[in-house]
């Protein structure tokens, strides 16, 4: 079997949600861990909590989406542990909802800049020492907003769509050079995480002027907060990315709700007919 014991697990947006959460599989798993996320408080008291596991565990307070703190980002885990044997390109946000038309230039560039520019830094910054050593895994979480097409989060589906076209080219990529790097494309339906306080983190440079902490009319947000309440745990995914990560397995899709709206979607791209999605997201699990 497989052993996972001593290796390292560095993990984006690792202070909160999923991103602990597979943190934490892998503390259990016997790996060390390196904790990158913008938020300082929250990054302390997850480290502490992997520590308490009897791992190595460091946090690296990082904004995805700034080269420079990748770049340091990669010398603290080359220098304390070396190449990462595994690593998780997570950290997201829910930018930008609302009709199109109401959304602006602010909404765009910090979805794009921590969900999509994000994963490009990883890539760069992590991805050759995996090459030249040849192993580990890439775990790159997307969304079935990266699958599907439904309208009220433009910025969100496209760069989840574009986390997908990375995961995908990067595997076919790595099969034709015969790597043994694996490339893992994690598409979580609605999980019960922080993401929907996700205005916590944005930018004061990039907050819109007369919107509120949330940027969402505040009964939409209660609304919200409810489904999500409700919705699967962040432990239940990550024990499906380590089963992934073992079994090798490309997609790691958490439930089932979507199938048929992805299903939809691709019979209408074959048969050239109109894209199917109506209402949101939200809307398949009523
Ligand atoms: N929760 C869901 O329903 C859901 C569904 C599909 C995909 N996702 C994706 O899962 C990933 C994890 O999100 P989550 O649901 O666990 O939410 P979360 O808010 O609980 O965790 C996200 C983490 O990313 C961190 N982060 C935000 N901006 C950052 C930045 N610029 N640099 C570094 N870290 C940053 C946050 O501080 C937080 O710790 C995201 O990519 C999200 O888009 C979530």
Not at 39 to 51: D, M, Y
Not at 182 to 211: D, F, M, W, Y
Not at 228 to 245: G, M, Q, T, Y
Request: glycine share 10%; charged share 20%.
């Amino acid at each position: 079997m497989q052993s996972f014991e001593n290796k390292t697990a560095v993990v984006t947006g690792g202070a909160s949600g999923m991103g602990f959460a597979m943190a934490s599989v892998f503390a259990r798993e016997g790996m060390n861990v390196v904790l990158a996320d913008v938020e300082k408080g929250a990054l302390r008291e997850a480290v502490a909590r992997i520590e308490a596991m009897g791992v190595e565990a460091i946090g690296v307070p990082t904004d995805v989406s700034s080269e420079a703190e990748m770049d340091h980002l990669g010398d603290v885990v080359r220098s304390r542990f070396g190449v990462p044997d595994v690593l998780c390109l997570n950290a997201g946000v829910a930018g930008g909802g609302g009709p199109s038309h109401n959304l602006t230039t602010k909404d765009w560039k910090w979805a794009i800049d921590v969900n999509l520019y994000g994963v490009i830094q990883g890539l760069r910054v992590f991805l050759g020492g995996m090459r030249e050593r040849d192993s580990g895994d890439i775990v790159m979480t997307a969304s079935v907003a990266g699958l599907t097409s439904f309208p009220g989060s433009l910025p969100y589906n496209a760069t989840k769509h574009a986390v997908v076209g990375i995961a995908e080219t990067l595997f076919s990529e790595l099969a034709d050079a015969g790597s043994r790097v694996a490339v893992h494309c994690l598409c979580p339906g609605l999980v019960s995480t922080n993401i929907i306080r996700s205005e916590r983190n944005r930018p004061k440079e990039l907050q819109n002027p007369g919107k509120g902490a949330t940027g969402m009319d505040p009964g939409v947000q209660t609304m919200i907060e409810g489904v999500f309440a409700s919705a699967k745990p962040p432990a239940e995914v990550a024990e499906l990315v380590f089963a992934a990560i073992v079994n090798r397995r490309f997609w790691i899709q958490t439930d089932e709700f979507f199938r048929a709206s992805i299903k939809a979607r691709h019979r209408a791209i074959e048969n050239d007919e109109d894209p199917p999605a109506r209402g949101s997201l939200l809307s398949v699990y009523s």
